[in-house]
């Protein structure tokens, strides 16, 4: 099966002590549709004799069933394992692969070119050092061929090979190649590839894979594999300041406390003064302890546990620094994002950053701009959709230590996940933290919320009612501030129609100003609560992600849900404000149980039913719940 070498017969230890230290070499293939990458991955697992003798018999039975090469192998039925991809010809997932040679040792991602899976792209260019873009010679640079090279340039790949496949249905024609490379140098000199080497191929045939081809004698730069072989790994991480994310605090016992992760750049000894952040807490580096021993040294790409002179707090996330260059902390930053999810990113949702180990909230900002990779023009935009690549803005709920993505791909690189589903929904790169991030600070007040709250001898709440249109939440908060005042209560209330005549007259009723108008009336619900306010909140609110977030915002207790159920056809039919008949009839788009969707609570605190209670009735029984819970007790 495996390459062989000759080392094998004769001396077995040396043979599996050169496999071991072989370097390793991650990259990806790229392009349009059909443009033969599936076919080139097979063909180098082919030539590399990467294939068992029944996994080569079952692929030439593949080919004559379901190949697309008229009975010869078709390679691509190697890489290509999906029921839907054979059956389609096309490649839908991320396959990886390893194969090696006498010099080094390969995993190859092969990447779909369809624009629908372009996030698929994204996933497999994220750990790659070098790519080989694929081009049909046929049909020269199209549109996915610009996308997976402004992908490649965005993401920091270093080495980038432009793959002119299926030379041999355009006769090997110098003519044809040299106009492709000509067209891709232009546009690859607009997006910042600053060097790539061409190589005209036929993944099919073996032409200029492992070795050169004499079907092209006016061409003298490498063949495919001796290039990949010749490839430098070794980077300048080594060289860069000390970076280490700490993945896990190690305490197996009650004399030892150690801090393991991997070595993201620089390197570290017993001795070195380091910084940990984002807390700024510095300490001295006592011993770097692996399963193997204690080391002198460790280096970039290593993983170790290190352990320090000074007892100081450091946690999952944290990032251990040298004390000379440590990284930036900051909440805010500009960074460019790949939208990977079919659900259009909404500009102020909720989202959970991964930025490493770290784990924080995040908000994005309505884009700045989306990028049209076909012409590099930049275009405003309020949303991203699948697929789009934007810059925005970020804000965190918490300080995070970062290098911008073009020092440092792992204190650079984020992803977005959805709160509620734990979807991957984006990928991004950091640009720079935003000023205003390190010159705004809080004032510290002596007159805080307890004391506020003890002067009015109760506890500071939002009462949070949500529901459809029509459902009468406005009426039963009405009903319920009442009678808190009548008990000599301190309330407010904010009501989704009077809101939008002043502070958010500026939002429509889209899924991003829906998100907006929220985000503005939990923050000023958040400051009435401080103030000991109890606040009562009248919004549709149709969104889990953004109750959720006004959830956050509070203290623990301080954020009480109450779901008034009605159901569409009962709110519809009452229809105090005509508004149903006008969504009904087209006159009002995006209505909340029509045309847009309303998200039901799952965990509500108080749950009322109208078609069961009258108005009265239900604040009569939101009041006596919130009466056990107001009091302040000093």
């Not at 944290?318 to 805010?332: E, F, H, S, Y």
């Not at 790949?338 to 991964?354: A, N, S």
């Not at 401080?530 to 909140?537: E, K, R, T």
Request: overall charge negative; aromatic content about 6%; charged content about 25%.
């Amino acid at each position: 099966m495996a390459h062989q070498s000759a080392l094998i017969a004769e001396d077995i230890e040396a043979y599996l002590h050169q496999h071991e230290h072989k370097s390793l070499l991650r990259f990806l293939t790229c392009g349009s549709v059909d443009d033969g990458k599936s076919t080139l991955i097979g063909r180098l697992l082919y030539d590399s004799k990467m294939i068992f003798e029944d996994q080569l018999a079952a692929l030439e039975a593949d080919s004559k069933k379901v190949g697309t090469q008229g009975g010869e192998i078709d390679f691509a039925l190697l890489v290509d394992g999906l029921a839907a991809e054979r059956e389609q010809g096309i490649t839908i997932d991320v396959a990886y692969r390893f194969f090696s040679t006498d010099k080094r040792k390969f995993i190859v991602a092969d990447t779909p070119g369809h624009e629908q899976y372009t996030r698929n792209m994204v996933t497999g260019a994220s750990t790659a050092d070098a790519a080989v873009i694929l081009i049909d010679a046929r049909k020269g640079v199209l549109t996915q061929t610009r996308r997976h090279a402004y992908l490649v340039s965005l993401l920091g790949i270093r080495h980038v090979i432009l793959a002119v496949n299926k030379m041999d249905l355009v006769g090997w024609s110098q003519e044809v190649f040299d106009a492709i490379l000509e067209e891709f140098h232009d546009f690859a000199a607009r997006i910042g590839i600053k060097a790539f080497t061409a190589i005209p191929m036929s993944a099919l045939r073996g032409d200029n894979i492992t070795e050169r081809s004499p079907a092209a004698p006016w061409y003298d730069g490498p063949a495919l594999m001796p290039h990949l072989e010749a490839l430098p790994v070794e980077d300048d991480l080594q060289a860069k300041p000390l970076r280490m994310p700490v993945q896990w605090v190690n305490r197996p016992n009650l004399d030892f406390r150690g801090f393991s992760g991997l070595i993201a750049s620089g390197t570290v000894r017993p001795g070195d003064r380091i910084k940990a952040l984002p807390s700024g807490r510095e300490s001295t580096v006592e011993r770097i302890v692996t399963f193997r021993g204690d080391l002198d040294e460790a280096v970039a790409g290593q993983s170790v546990t290190l352990t320090l002179t000074d007892e100081i707090d450091i946690s999952r996330g944290d990032v251990i620094a040298t004390v000379k260059a440590p990284p930036a902390v900051a909440d805010q930053f500009e960074a460019t994002l790949v939208w990977m999810d079919d659900e259009p990113m909404l500009p102020g949702r909720p989202y959970l950053l991964k930025l490493g180990a770290r784990t924080v909230s995040a908000q994005v900002t309505e884009p700045k701009y989306k990028v049209n990779v076909n012409t590099l023009e930049h275009l405003a935009a309020k949303r991203l959709e699948l697929n789009e690549i934007g810059v925005c803005n970020l804000s965190l709920d918490a300080p995070i230590a970062f290098d911008p993505y073009a020092e440092n791909h792992d204190l650079g690189g984020f992803i977005l996940i959805d709160r509620l589903s734990n979807r991957t929904v984006g990928a991004g790169m950091l640009h720079f933290a935003l000023r205003r991030s390190q010159n705004i600070h809080w004032q510290a007040l002596d007159v805080n919320k307890a004391a506020r709250a003890a002067q009015k001898g109760q506890r500071g709440r939002v009462v949070w009612l949500t529901g459809l249109s029509g459902a009468g939440k406005s009426t039963i908060a009405n009903l319920v501030e009442k009678r808190l005042h009548a008990n000599g209560r301190h309330t407010y209330l904010l009501d989704g129609d009077n809101v939008r005549h002043g502070l958010n007259k500026d939002l429509g009723f889209t899924d991003e100003d829906r998100v907006e108008n929220i985000r503005r009336v939990a923050e000023v619900a958040k400051l009435m609560v401080d103030a000991g306010l109890i606040v009562l909140v009248s919004f549709i609110s149709p969104f889990r992600a953004e109750r959720r977030m006004a959830r956050e915002l509070m203290g623990e207790g301080e954020f009480v849900e109450v779901f008034v159920d009605t159901p569409l056809a009962v709110a519809e039919q009452r229809d105090v404000k005509g508004l149903y008949k006008k969504a009904r009839a087209g006159e009002l788009k995006n209505f909340t149980g029509i045309d847009s969707p309303y998200e039901p609570p799952e965990n509500a605190e108080i749950v009322v039913d109208t078609t069961a209670f009258s108005p009265a009735e239900a604040a009569e029984r939101i009041v006596a719940w919130l009466e056990g819970v107001l009091d302040y007790e000093i």
